[in-house]
């Protein structure tokens, strides 16, 4: 039996086509469930953001157990060495190039010249070559290309030292007998594709994805592009099914593991398909919390606890770490230390800066018969600024409120209330992690009241981002 790789592109833009925007917990959930089932390749898309990018690919990186990590090495040597760069910590890593090569895309997209994409593709993949022993060609909108150009592409591409050849049908114009004919006519043009792995990306504009994508597996093709959440690309679980479903008859079988394939599947679109608006501050409603395994003694050593904090997303100075340590050591003495407990150490002691915003007031009405609304006054450098929000509860609307005075939304990744003391007077604590530009800062907040406490914590990982942007 032929087993056919599967290449999820799902996360290939954090922008998905009903316009939901990713969070950096999102996506990291998605790639985590997507390499469970056993995807074979996991696509990225190319860095733009170069901290916030690098952070998770080196994140989704050190988490993959069994799917390859591929991300788009972009057009020049440094964007290429960049991508490596944040996927070079995975167990299996690959780069991709993408680049057009029908003649309307070459000379509207790349403004070139057959001859001169040539020179790009021969530069792009060497580089990556050099860097990565897995490099990927993709030939977009491939279909509509020049026999011959495609050919020379191709063979330019292979000898560069491409592994995977990748053709894509952008225009979706082809039946599955085009299709099949468009392939069978690849390998007899292209005799060295018999040294690497071919692959497809079909489009659905016809609705004749998934049968064009079988027509080419039975012509030779070894990898197929799918997508959890894309309707123009074939679907991930319609795919799988379908090679269940006649994958004996021609031979062929996939790694995904079927049984888990469909509560996965739910699960990825229960994530993405909330969209994210002014509403509420919050980011992940269909996301479930995984807290770190982490349960840690005296006896840990700076190392341990260096490696425990950076599992929760932190990336601390080591004077901030030095401060963590001694923290932790004068807690650990007296109970072993779990991820909430160092998330709270973190926040008390890492990156304590001068206050750039300061709580004046806050006046927080709410009630079963009233829209929560949130009144709050803060002073930047001696001036007073004030945020007037509602909200769908008086938490949620005093978050919108200072969002409103900061002028800006971070992304929320966590958010925690607890009880610090007892009786009618007991000492609330809250804990806010605020993502910005990939790096979290953690803000504590401890009141008699809840919302102050909020409020608090919001405020002083706030200041950490301030601080750190100037």
Same mark, same amino acid.
């Given at each position: 039996?032929?087993?056919?790789?599967?290449?999820?592109?799902?996360?290939?833009?954090?922008?998905?086509?009903?316009?939901?925007?990713?969070?950096?917990?999102?996506?990291?959930?998605?790639?985590?469930?997507?390499?469970?089932?056993?995807?074979?390749?996991?696509?990225?898309?190319?860095?733009?953001?170069?901290?916030?990018?690098?952070?998770?690919?080196? +994140?989704?990186?050190?988490?993959?157990?069994? &799917?390859?990590?591929?991300?788009?090495?972009?057009?020049?040597?440094?964007?290429?060495?960049?991508?490596?760069?944040?996927?070079?910590?995975?167990?299996?890593?690959?780069?991709?190039?993408?680049?057009?090569? =029908?003649?309307?895309?070459? @000379?509207?997209?790349?403004?070139?010249?057959?001859?001169?994409?040539?020179?790009?593709?021969?530069?792009?993949?060497?580089?990556?070559?050099?860097?990565?022993?897995?490099?990927?060609?993709?030939?977009?909108?491939?279909?509509?290309? @020049?026999?011959?150009?495609?050919?020379?592409?191709?063979?330019?591409?292979?000898?560069?030292?491409?592994?995977?050849?990748?053709?894509?049908?952008?225009?979706?114009?082809?039946?599955?007998? @085009?299709?099949?004919?468009?392939?069978?006519?690849?390998?007899?043009?292209?005799?060295?594709?018999?040294?690497? &792995?071919?692959?497809? =990306?079909?489009?659905?504009?016809?609705?004749?994805?998934?049968?064009?994508?079988?027509?080419?597996?039975? &012509?030779?093709?070894?990898?197929?592009?799918?997508?959890?959440?894309?309707?123009?690309?074939?679907?991930?679980?319609?795919?799988?099914?379908?090679?269940?479903?006649?994958? @004996?008859?021609?031979?062929?079988?996939?790694?995904?593991?079927?049984?888990?394939? &469909?509560?996965?599947?739910?699960?990825?679109?229960?994530?993405?398909?909330?969209?994210?608006?002014?509403?509420?501050?919050?980011?992940?409603?269909?996301? =479930?919390?995984?807290?770190?395994?982490?349960?840690?003694?005296?006896?840990?050593?700076?190392?341990?606890? #260096?490696?425990?904090? %950076? =599992?929760?997303?932190?990336?601390?100075?080591?004077?901030?770490?030095?401060?963590?340590y001694e923290a932790f050591q004068a807690t650990a003495k #007296?109970?072993?230390?779990?991820?909430?407990?160092?998330?709270?150490?973190?926040?008390?002691?890492?990156?304590?800066?001068?206050? +750039?915003?300061?709580?004046?007031?806050?006046?927080?009405?709410?009630?079963?018969?009233?829209?929560?609304?949130?009144?709050?006054?803060v002073e930047k450098q001696g001036e007073p600024f004030t945020?007037?929000?509602?909200?769908?509860?008086?938490?949620?609307?005093?978050?919108?409120?200072?969002?409103?005075?900061?002028?800006?939304?971070?992304?929320?990744?966590?958010?925690?209330?607890?009880?610090?003391?007892?009786?009618? %007077?007991?000492?609330?604590?809250?804990?806010?992690?605020?993502?910005?530009?990939?790096?979290?800062?953690?803000?504590?907040?401890?009141?008699?009241?809840?919302?102050?406490?909020?409020?608090?914590?919001?405020?002083?990982?706030?200041?950490?981002?301030?601080?750190?942007?100037?």
């Amino acid at each position: 039996m032929k087993t056919v790789r599967i290449a999820d592109v799902t996360l290939s833009t954090g922008t998905l086509t009903n316009g939901t925007t990713l969070s950096f917990k999102e996506k990291i959930e998605i790639a985590k469930l997507l390499d469970r089932i056993g995807a074979d390749v996991i696509e990225m898309p190319a860095i733009e953001n170069e901290a916030a990018d690098t952070l998770l690919l080196k +994140t989704v990186a050190s988490l993959l157990k069994n &799917s390859t990590l591929s991300v788009d090495a972009g057009m020049t040597e440094e964007t290429a060495s960049k991508a490596w760069q944040s996927v070079m910590g995975a167990k299996k890593a690959r780069l991709r190039v993408s680049l057009p090569v =029908s003649t309307v895309q070459m @000379e509207y997209l790349c403004k070139c010249k057959p001859q001169k994409m040539l020179g790009i593709i021969e530069k792009m993949v060497t580089v990556c070559a050099s860097l990565c022993k897995e490099v990927e060609f993709c030939a977009q909108d491939a279909t509509r290309s @020049e026999r011959e150009f495609l050919s020379s592409a191709v063979k330019t591409a292979i000898k560069a030292g491409a592994t995977v050849i990748t053709v894509c049908d952008s225009a979706a114009q082809q039946l599955p007998d @085009e299709y099949k004919s468009f392939i069978e006519n690849l390998y007899a043009d292209v005799p060295e594709l018999s040294g690497v &792995s071919l692959a497809v =990306s079909t489009q659905n504009e016809l609705g004749l994805a998934s049968a064009c994508a079988l027509t080419a597996i039975m &012509s030779g093709v070894s990898e197929v592009k799918v997508s959890v959440t894309r309707s123009q690309l074939p679907t991930l679980e319609n795919f799988v099914h379908l090679i269940r479903a006649r994958g @004996e008859s021609i031979g062929i079988e996939s790694s995904i593991n079927v049984t888990e394939l &469909s509560r996965t599947v739910k699960q990825i679109k229960a994530i993405t398909k909330t969209k994210r608006t002014e509403s509420t501050p919050f980011d992940s409603p269909a996301v =479930s919390r995984t807290e770190a395994d982490i349960r840690l003694d005296e006896t840990a050593d700076i190392a341990a606890v #260096k490696k425990a904090v %950076e =599992s929760l997303g932190y990336t601390l100075t080591d004077d901030d770490m030095a401060k963590v340590y001694e923290a932790f050591q004068a807690t650990a003495k #007296k109970k072993q230390v779990g991820a909430k407990d160092l998330e709270a150490i973190v926040a008390t002691e890492a990156l304590q800066v001068p206050p +750039t915003y300061r709580l004046v007031s806050y006046v927080v009405n709410s009630g079963n018969i009233i829209n929560p609304t949130a009144n709050i006054v803060v002073e930047k450098q001696g001036e007073p600024f004030t945020g007037l929000s509602t909200g769908d509860g008086p938490i949620d609307a005093a978050l919108l409120a200072l969002e409103q005075i900061v002028g800006h939304h971070y992304e929320l990744d966590d958010f925690q209330i607890q009880s610090v003391t007892e009786g009618r %007077e007991a000492m609330g604590e809250a804990l806010i992690k605020l993502r910005c530009d990939g790096t979290l800062y953690s803000g504590r907040g401890i009141s008699t009241d809840i919302i102050g406490a909020t409020i608090r914590a919001y405020l002083n990982a706030l200041n950490k981002i301030v601080y750190g942007e100037n």
